[in-house]
């Protein structure tokens, strides 16, 4: 994306630097289970600046007065968690690389969610990388302002919310059979919280407990990364472990589960900026477009991409039987513009906003990347290519 950086970096690539930066990487926990890709990807002023730009629009919306009335029904009513707090602590913010009738470069947003995602590792992939790399100095994969060390102290400040470390947990759905395991790892390195699995849960009045290296130790705060869409694929058993999730327990969440769905797709339509592509309900789409192959479908409540209709057809909207619950989409096109030694791949990039307890709005702190050359982004569209999987950006300063 910076073309002369791009020029550089390919120049001085070399498998055997790749190789022990894998090494070095995947030394520090275990075999990290997805691909980390060949390089960063470097990002100009203009394209983050429109990036923000598009993020702090949502978060306007969300800083209606009715915007809790507004995304009521993006709940669904089988999944709605108790003690819900004021706002989301933290939000994620995905944006292909695209290029405008103009020409140019341009972010879109693809998704959005009050969901957490590798925030820990993020840290030990830029640590690992400018070991084995060299990176501009005017470039950093920190947001806002920070640095290493204020970010880790707000991630801390974030997660704890004055609480020991013993006393919060990271709640997961088998932590340590899922693929972005590292995170979790890595999220008890910087701040001392364990992964514990909702079936190790233990309900005593209002209060949850878990062992903690044997003993029985009280749960204050969750590090929530459990998703429900996928709770509910669980074996029936585990789904009864996680029912004490939806009691009137006594814990504070980070999120609170109920904000993963209603700054999601559901919110798409409600905002209209540039790098936003027009969504509208598809109860609410009339006439249906002639043009329907610039448009994808999605349903609301699903996660990993699954349902999603790419090559949309009339019949697929007819065949629908819940329309309230799908959005049509104008399509975002991945434009194949990060050089690479064969085929030029595409990238997506994850911007991530936390939201201080004290702060009147929420701040970008740092940010993950995904490169493709598949027809869509994620592994199983990758395989056996190289200079693709996840990786981090480098923001012009």
């Not at 910076?2 to 926990?29: C, G, I, M, W």
């Not at 990271?170 to 514990?196: A, M, N, R, W």
């Not at 504070?252 to 559901?266: A, D, G, L, T, V």
């Not at 905002?271 to 509208?280: A, G, L």
Request: aromatic share 12%.
């Amino acid at each position: 994306m910076v073309p002369e950086l791009r020029a550089q970096y390919n120049s001085s690539f070399t498998p055997e630097k790749y190789e022990a930066f894998l090494k070095d990487l995947n030394s520090q926990h275990g075999p990290i289970q997805f691909r980390s890709a060949e390089t960063p990807v470097f990002i100009p002023q203009y394209f983050s600046d429109q990036m923000i730009s598009a993020c702090e629009s949502i978060v306007d919306v969300i800083l209606q007065p009715d915007f809790k009335a507004l995304t009521q029904n993006a709940i669904p009513e089988n999944l709605q968690v108790l003690n819900e707090d004021d706002h989301p602590s933290c939000i994620t913010f995905d944006f292909g690389v695209c290029i405008n009738e103009r020409n140019e470069l341009e972010p879109q947003l693809i998704e959005m969610q009050a969901f957490p995602t590798l925030f820990a590792f993020e840290v030990l992939l830029d640590d690992i990388y400018h070991k084995h790399f060299d990176a501009p100095r005017n470039y950093s994969s920190y947001l806002g302002g920070l640095n290493r060390e204020t970010y880790l102290k707000l991630l801390k400040e974030l997660l704890l919310n004055g609480h020991h470390p013993e006393h919060v947990v990271l709640l997961e759905i088998f932590p340590h059979q899922q693929k972005t395991s590292i995170d979790f790892y890595c999220t008890e390195e910087y701040t001392g919280i364990k992964p514990v699995c909702v079936t190790e849960l233990i309900k005593k009045g209002k209060q949850l407990f878990y062992l903690n290296n044997g003993k029985e130790t009280l749960i204050n705060r969750i590090y929530n990364r459990v998703i429900f869409d996928e709770l509910l694929q669980q074996e029936d058993w585990v789904q009864e472990k996680a029912k004490v999730l939806f009691e009137d327990i006594e814990v504070e969440w980070m999120p609170h589960p109920n904000w993963f769905y209603r700054i999601s797709k559901y919110t798409l339509p409600l905002i209209q900026h540039p790098n936003i592509p027009p969504t509208q309900y598809l109860n609410k789409v009339a006439p249906i477009p002639e043009d329907l192959e610039n448009y994808v479908l999605k349903p609301l409540f699903s996660f990993a991409g699954q349902g999603v209709v790419i090559d949309v057809t009339r019949e697929d909207i007819q065949r629908i039987a819940d329309p309230q619950n799908w959005i049509l989409q104008k399509k975002v096109s991945y434009a194949p513009v990060i050089q690479t030694p064969d085929e030029p791949a595409k990238a997506e990039i994850r911007l991530f906003y936390f939201w201080p307890g004290n702060a009147e709005r929420p701040i970008p702190v740092n940010n993950l990347a995904r490169l493709s050359k598949g027809k869509m982004i994620g592994v199983r569209y990758n395989k056996d290519k190289t200079w693709t999987g996840g990786t981090f950006g480098l923001f012009e300063q």
